[in-house]
């Protein structure tokens, strides 16, 4: 089983900048893609950001040119780095993995919040 856990949330201003950070521990063995996804009031879960082991990475095109995503050294800590944060990008933000392609997740972890507001 995989634990994730997340964290780096908060409350920024508009213009600003967050990074999230997400663990993995456990048997993580089987990830082959990490990332995140999210969800606002009222919205679907949404794909935000994804990495696999090997390094190609997936977008929405909502975040492309201002969040990048990327992977520790140990492969199993995932980083998005969020800049020109913008009202709408405020959601809870869920850590993933996925055992064989970054758009098929296996497990999740419990969420960040994250508000831009002035």
């Known amino acids: 089983q995989v634990q994730l856990v997340e964290s780096g949330g908060g409350l920024v201003q508009p213009g600003g900048s967050l990074r999230l950070s997400c663990a993995a521990s456990?048997?993580?063995?089987?990830?082959?893609?990490m990332g995140w996804y999210r969800q606002a009031p009222g919205n679907q879960r949404e794909l935000v950001a994804g990495?696999?082991?090997?390094?190609?990475?997936d977008y929405s095109e909502s975040v492309k040119g201002r969040f990048t995503i990327t992977r520790g050294n140990a492969k199993n800590t995932v980083y998005l780095q969020m800049n020109s944060l913008k009202p709408e990008d405020t959601a809870v933000y869920f850590c993933?993995?996925?055992?064989?392609?970054?758009?098929?997740?296996?497990?999740w972890g419990k969420g960040t919040q994250v508000t831009v507001s002035s």
């Open positions: 993933f993995g996925g055992h064989s392609r970054i758009r098929k997740v296996d497990c």
């Open positions: 456990g048997i993580t063995g089987n990830i082959f893609a």
């Open positions: 990495i696999t082991l090997g390094g190609t990475t």
